[in-house]
């Protein structure tokens, strides 16, 4: 199952490359400089979906459109910043990540953060 994840984390890393910031897809949240664009929510919905179709029953726990997280600690749960870096991605620093945990009854059992500026993928599981 690691290498299905790592190939879904990337393919959202090529969403975020192909991304282009305009103003009008920028919003705030609560906070300072807190902000989300329609991207991070796309790769987001996007991200839930893949990781659904592989690993059915899964929860989920999303840092943008957190309508559908699941609250409870029981089995697996997906962790997802779509874009870890908003700010440098609005100001097009190209220095974001797509970040995904995956904990199993409130323990992080893996974790995948990937630059697809650079190519870049880090995985880790627990154990190993």
């Given at each position: 199952m690691s290498k299905k994840v790592e190939a879904i984390v990337r393919e959202a890393g090529k969403m975020l490359l192909s991304a282009h910031v305009e103003k009008n897809i920028i919003h705030e949240k609560i906070g300072p400089a807190n902000f989300v664009t329609d991207y991070d929510t796309a790769i987001q919905r996007f991200l839930i979906s893949e990781f659904g179709s592989i690993l059915p029953g899964c929860g989920f726990f999303g840092e943008e459109d957190t309508e559908g997280n699941k609250h409870s600690t029981d089995g697996q749960v997906f962790y997802i910043d779509p874009i870890d870096g908003t700010t440098n991605f609005m100001f097009?620093?190209?220095?974001?990540?797509?970040?995904?945990?995956?904990?199993?009854?409130?323990?992080?059992?893996?974790?995948?953060?990937?630059?697809?500026?650079?190519?870049?993928?880090?995985?880790?599981?627990?154990?190993?």
């Open positions: 097009d620093y190209h220095n974001s990540c797509v970040s995904v945990g995956l904990a199993e009854d409130g323990k992080m059992i893996a974790g995948w953060v990937y630059n697809p500026y650079t190519e870049q993928m880090w995985m880790a599981e627990r154990g190993k």
